[in-house]
């Protein structure tokens, strides 16, 4: 054996290009999975850090008040491993500008800071219980409040002046998000403002007594048990809702948006892996037919079949192993970097990475896998080859006339070098597809990485031009009646307006259960255009509800399938609805229903929680900002921002996954040009002896190419497209919905950039024509 | 007799760090039309490196070499690539032909880019491969390819034909009847032939012999009478 690992030291020099070809496949496709999978785990994991090191709460319950001194004995009976009372209220803001609104949520913490901890990033807790407060970070930075500065709002009809004594981070605020009917931040205009238990209890006339209990339980407690016993237990403190920590609305959504990263980071880069070790069998395979008459020597000399697998599988192995050590450090050093991007979108103020040797093994296992087989696979062959029969060239399997030749009128205008082109494409099947399938690779993750783009992209668009129309969207701060849209009406100059009834609800549906808005509209709403599935134009009646697409995933639900309704309002009956339709609906997970049916069926009372208007109205704002009643007002500028801004993430996930595609791609088009040239040598040195010219050659190379490099994108845009859409389904979630559609535009662009990488590589062949050393060549014959 | 190609002190040095290669050291001789040349010589001595840069396909150290009146070794890289096409048939001892294109094709990729080739059946009928024109490399044998390799060498009807070998892969009678092939064509076309040997049979056929040793020209005889490539034993 001694010689033979001589020889694979030869054979790696010699085929250098190769080699490190298949070593830079195989690092790209390791490199994808160390960072995305690292990255992702990383999050979690300094996710459930800070929930450990703030002692984040496992249960919520809203009361109407509970009294401080049952909280010891609640303690022991239910053998939780804390809990605590606490007071929470919304307040208005007292700003500068009068025509302004923004919500403070006042949080009563005690000195011990025992459930739901600050993390403090400025300043001190609070001294002076009357006067001091701690700001939510967030909040603080987008209204540039600094500690020292001090913050107005106004409670129980008094004004309040209070002083900003410290920042901090709250794990029950990472997204500051008001409630279910404004699920996506805005955080200028809603803030949380820590204050001592005792200024809320005066303050809010809840003396020795809380509204709000937060509760930890112990390890191995079963939650939907505590949760039972408690809904019988408080109800004397008249129960209004339980919300578990996996519903609490910030962790909720950070909850949405890891799921999201990790199914992304557990498929996307196992497509990529998957494409590398295809990738890789292909060339090396590629590379031991190339071998054969070397191979046919060995076994002339007395090897044995299986010391010449074992041969090659090692040159593989060697290639291989070289990827893993280079995809990993650069996997690693990349995780952190990606980690630390993700982490900025999220307000967690820790950050821990961690360095995985897990995923270092799976990448040696898989590697080594990939490698021995296609290794294996490729030289297996070599047990066929007789060593006679191994010093001549293959003869091509195919007849001696290719099909086209038989098509006489066309054939017959072609000039013999196209001739020749189609032939030598035609007759080496093998070698063309390995290219073939490189271009078909880049293509396809081109098309569906563009169409993933342009999804996300024109999400905004469908739905805020096509699918909701009105320009603004008003919330009132308690339910009203339905007069008031004419009220509103004369207030400001407003074109057009509809009432509105949204309220969160849990629904049923077998064993599945979700927290979802339902919004009442009118049967003739001027601002929805509901869609169903086929696409036909759809609407709200008494029959039942309409639901988003993605909810009706989400639940299990179809057509005609009846939902339970479980009501936050205290003391009311679940209701049992239809499913009316499914519709198509790019942003949120929504339920609709008819105005007065919604009224009627689950309030009772003919109210109304807010409305949609449209108006030219420049003064609306402030106009509506001094009406009473009026918690917010978005315009659809201000939907599309706070949208935008959620997508931040998805975006720049998607963006990564564009560039490695980009690297990925352009990798296999490299080295399945590398390798086929590699295969080409000695038919090139021939043609140059016989007086071609470098041009010459690499024209008929390039429209070689070409051909292929068309019959790769037709063959790659469809592929695209299903892969556009898994990879559509894996980045929707409870916020948006991708619907992959694919556009001229992004697969005309797709084209391009594939272009661009077949054009990059062709460099490669045009050097290699270039400086081809012919004599050389035709002096080794043999490698 | 009309002279073809010239050679003049021709040399080819390889510098391997410490110690200089002489492959070739001042070689002068001429080429006429129509002529048989063996170039003889132990492995080692030269000859490859003296064709290939009469071929084209490599430059010298120093000396000049002819063609007519032109001096190739002047030559830029396109014109040398023009001369190779044009006025040089090269036929090497491994046959490296085209594996994916069949006899004729084979023969045709050489008269395609060529301005005065020859007709493409004809010479398959010469080089007797009439019935197998349409054989893939890997269906035909040895001497079959070889055959391959001179068609598409003569028929760009070059000025020079130059052989590499050409029975060095071969078996005695199949190398005979390669000779036989080259001699014909030779006559025919009335065609310079250079055929490079270690073997000093086959110079028992040729109308003069080059004798080489350790980069140097130490004979150049002339054979009175040339015997029949059939006689040739070895
Ligand atoms: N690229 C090169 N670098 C260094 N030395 C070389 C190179 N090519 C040839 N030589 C040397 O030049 C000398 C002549 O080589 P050449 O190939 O011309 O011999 P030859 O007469 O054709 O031998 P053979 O009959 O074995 O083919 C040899 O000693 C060889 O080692
Ligand atoms: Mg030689």
């Known amino acids: 054996m001694k010689k033979l690992d001589k020889r694979l030291l030869g054979l790696i020099k010699h085929t250098k290009g190769q080699f490190i070809a298949i070593a830079v496949v195989v690092a790209v496709g390791l490199m994808i999975y160390m960072s995305m999978s690292s990255a992702a785990i990383n999050l979690q994991d300094t996710l459930d850090d800070y929930y450990q090191l703030t002692n984040f709460a496992d249960i919520f319950v809203q009361v109407v008040k509970i009294p401080e001194k049952d909280i010891p004995q609640l303690l022991s009976k239910y053998d939780f491993l804390d809990i605590e009372d606490r007071i929470v209220l919304d307040a208005p803001m007292i700003t500068e500008d009068e025509n302004e609104r923004a919500t403070i949520r006042i949080v009563s913490i005690t000195d011990e800071d025992r459930i739901n901890s600050l993390y403090y990033v400025k300043g001190n807790p609070i001294r002076d219980k009357d006067h001091d407060v701690v700001l939510v970070e967030q909040f603080a930075r987008a209204r540039g409040i600094d500690v020292g500065d001090s913050i107005k709002f106004q409670l129980n009809g008094r004004q309040y002046k209070m002083n900003v004594r410290g920042i901090a981070a709250s794990p029950e605020y990472i997204y500051l998000i008001e409630n279910e009917q404004n699920m996506l931040p805005d955080e200028s205009k809603f803030g949380v403002v820590f204050v001592s238990k005792e200024f809320a209890q005066q303050s809010s006339g809840l003396i020795g007594s809380g509204n709000e209990v937060v509760i930890r339980l112990k390890d191995g407690q079963d939650h939907s048990v505590v949760e039972k016993d408690i809904e019988k237990g408080f109800e004397k403190y008249g129960l209004k809702r339980i919300i578990r920590r996996e519903n609490q609305l910030s962790n909720r959504m950070i909850s949405e948006e890891l799921t999201q990263l990790r199914n992304a980071s557990g498929s996307v880069p196992i497509l990529f892996l998957c494409i590398a070790g295809t990738v890789l069998i292909m060339m090396i395979s590629r590379m031991v037919k190339k071998d054969r008459a070397s191979i046919g020597v060995l076994k002339a000399l007395g090897y044995k079949s299986s010391q010449i697998i074992v041969h090659y599988t090692k040159y593989a192995l060697s290639a291989g192993f070289l990827g893993v050590l280079a995809g990993t450090i650069l996997g690693a050093l990349i995780a952190g970097g990606m980690t630390k991007i993700y982490i900025d979108f999220f307000n967690i103020p820790i950050l821990k990475i961690n360095f995985y040797m897990i995923y270092v093994a799976w990448s040696v296992l898989f590697t080594g896998i990939f490698c021995g087989f296609s290794g294996i696979f490729g030289a297996k062959g070599i047990l066929k080859i007789m060593p006679a029969e191994s010093m001549r060239p293959e003869a091509p399997k195919s007849g001696k006339r290719i099909w086209l030749e038989n098509i006489k009128f066309l054939w017959r205008r072609l000039s013999f070098s196209w001739k020749l082109i189609i032939k030598n494409a035609l007759r080496n099947k093998k070698r063309m597809a390995f290219v073939l399938f490189g271009v078909i690779l880049t293509c396809s993750l081109m098309v569906a990485t563009l169409n993933l783009v342009n999804s996300t992209i024109s999400i905004f668009d469908e739905h805020f031009s096509e699918f909701q129309k009105m320009d603004y969207n008003i919330n009132f701060n308690t339910p009203l009646n339905k007069n008031v849209t004419k009220e509103i009406s004369h207030i400001a100059d407003i074109e057009h307006i509809e009432p509105k009834i949204e309220f969160p609800f849990e629904m049923r549906f077998g064993l599945r259960k979700k927290i979802v808005n339902i919004i009442g509209i009118n049967r003739d709403t001027r601002f929805y255009d509901f869609r169903n599935l086929q696409g036909d134009k759809t609407y709200v009646s008494v029959k039942g509800l309409l639901i988003t697409e993605n909810l009706a995933k989400e639940m299990g639900a179809s057509k005609g399938d009846t939902i339970r309704l479980h009501s936050f309002i205290p003391d009311r009956k679940d209701i049992y609805i239809q499913v009316a339709d499914i519709i198509t609906q790019g942003l949120g997970m929504n339920a609709y229903m008819e105005i007065d049916h919604m009224a009627d069926s689950l309030l009772d009372e003919q109210l109304v929680t807010g409305v949609y208007l449209d108006s030219k109205d420049s003064e609306l704002v402030s106009k509506l900002i001094s009406a009473d009643h009026i918690s917010t007002i978005q315009s659809t500028q201000d939907m599309m921002d706070v949208f935008q801004e959620f997508m931040g993430l998805t975006i720049m996930s998607i963006g990564i996954i564009v560039v490695m595609a980009g690297i990925l791609g352009f990798s296999i088009v490299y080295n399945a040009t590398i390798v086929s040239l590699g295969e080409r040598e000695m038919e090139f040195s021939s043609m140059r002896v016989l007086g071609f010219t470098k041009n010459e050659i690499f024209s008929v190379v390039l429209r070689e190419n070409m051909i292929i490099t068309i019959a790769g994108i037709i063959l790659g845009i469809p592929f695209g497209h299903v892969m556009g859409r898994a990879l559509g389904n894996m980045y929707s979630n409870e916020i948006y919905t991708l619907k992959i559609t694919g556009s001229l535009k992004t697969d005309i662009l797709a084209c391009i950039f594939t272009l661009i990488f077949i054009a990059l590589s062709q460099l490669a062949t045009f050097r290699k024509i270039t400086k081809l050393n012919f004599l050389m060549a035709l002096k080794n014959r043999i490698s | ?234």
């Open chain 2, 1 to 234: 007799m009309n002279t073809v190609l010239r050679v003049q002190n021709l040399s080819k040095h390889y510098e391997m760090g410490e110690i200089t290669v002489r492959a070739l050291e001042d070689a002068s001789f001429d080429l006429y039309e129509g002529e048989f040349i063996v170039i003889l010589g132990p492995s080692g001595s030269g000859k490859s490196t003296l064709l290939n840069i009469i071929g084209g396909m490599d430059t010298p150290s120093s000396g000049k070499v002819y063609l007519r009146d032109e001096e190739i070794t002047d030559f830029n890289e396109k014109r040398l690539t023009e001369y190779r096409r044009n006025k040089v048939g090269f036929v090497f001892q491994f046959y490296n032909i085209m594996a994916n294109l069949t006899a004729r094709e084979n023969v045709e990729l050489a008269t395609e880019i060529c301005k005065t080739p020859l007709d493409i059946d004809r010479i398959m009928e010469d080089v007797g491969l009439s019935e197998r024109k349409n054989h893939f490399p890997s269906q035909l044998s040895g001497g079959e390819q070889q055959r391959v390799a001179i068609a598409r060498a003569v028929a760009k009807n070059p000025e020079i034909l130059l052989c590499d070998e050409p029975t060095g892969a071969l078996d005695y009678t199949t190398g005979v009847t390669i000779l036989s092939l080259l001699r014909k064509v030779n006559k025919e076309f009335n065609m310079t032939v250079v055929v490079i040997t270690h073997n000093a049979a086959i110079a028992d056929m040729a109308d003069r012999v080059i004798k080489m040793r350790s980069g140097q020209i130490i004979d150049i005889k002339t054979n009175q009478k040339p015997i029949d490539p059939e006689r040739i034993e070895w």
